[in-house]
């Protein structure tokens, strides 16, 4: 099996990767992000395409590299991680009752032939109409602050949305199966890596 190198620390693209019973390795990276650009889409292809180059350079040994950049939107503004609970009360005042867009960049790249390919996933994601108290009450015991958008849509996050059109996966920061479409290109099925003794089921 070759070996996978998730350039990302992200605990929860870890998790869905662990679900498949996937073996994989973890190198985070230096690779300085930006949230300006043309569009949503391409900021996030960029930035993860950026993160897999960097990864891909520093390692010792073939291997298959996966990077990934998630970004909230609403239209043309993006929704970054919030610097303090004021903020973040606010931008969760923003999105309540309205559909925004949750975009993710993949980028992966077959170190032994130099192959790379990237792509985008895009998810509406529409909150329920939320209270004050409700949102105060949500940023108190998640404390968002590391989080684009200050949400999650785990845990205590599922009680923000009322639908999801697209990928869900992708909201939390991994589409799976769009992952596996751009791995096939480098000739590499995730359905071969499946692991009966180590995929999780929840």
Same mark, same amino acid.
């Given at each position: 099996?070759?070996?996978?190198?998730?350039?990302?620390?992200?605990?929860?693209?870890?998790?869905?990767?662990?679900?498949?019973?996937?073996?994989?390795?973890?190198?985070?990276?230096?690779?300085?992000?930006?949230?300006?650009?043309?569009?949503?889409?391409?900021?996030v292809e960029r930035n993860a395409a950026l993160k897999r180059d960097d990864v891909a350079a520093r390692l010792e040994g073939d291997a298959l590299v996966i990077a990934a950049d998630t970004l909230v939107f609403e239209g043309p503004r993006v929704l970054a991680k919030p610097p303090n609970r004021a903020e973040a009360i606010?931008?969760?005042?923003?999105?309540?009752?309205?559909?925004?867009?949750?975009? *993710? #960049?993949? =980028? +992966?790249?077959? !170190?032994? *032939? #130099?192959? =790379? +390919?990237?792509? !985008?996933? *895009?998810?509406?994601?529409?909150?329920?109409?939320? *209270?004050?108290?409700?949102?105060?009450r949500f940023v108190d015991v998640v404390n968002p602050l590391d989080r684009a958008g200050a949400y999650t849509v785990d845990g205590p996050g599922m009680l923000l949305v009322a639908r999801y059109g697209g990928c869900y996966q992708n909201?939390?920061?991994?589409?799976?199966?769009?992952?596996?479409?751009?791995?096939?290109?480098?000739?590499f099925h995730l359905f071969d890596a499946l692991d009966k003794e180590r995929a999780v089921f929840l």
């Open positions: 099996m070759r070996r996978i190198v998730l350039a990302s620390g992200s605990p929860r693209r870890r998790a869905l990767l662990d679900s498949l019973g996937l073996q994989f390795g973890v190198i985070t990276s230096d690779a300085e992000e930006t949230n300006h650009g043309e569009s949503p889409a391409l900021i606010a931008m969760l005042e923003h999105l309540s009752g309205r559909t925004h867009q949750v975009c *993710t #960049g993949l =980028a +992966v790249c077959d !170190t032994a *032939t #130099g192959r =790379a +390919v990237q792509g !985008t996933e *895009t998810t509406d994601v529409t909150f329920r109409e939320l *209270t004050r108290a409700e949102i105060e909201v939390l920061g991994l589409p799976v199966a769009r992952l596996d479409a751009l791995l096939r290109q480098l000739d």
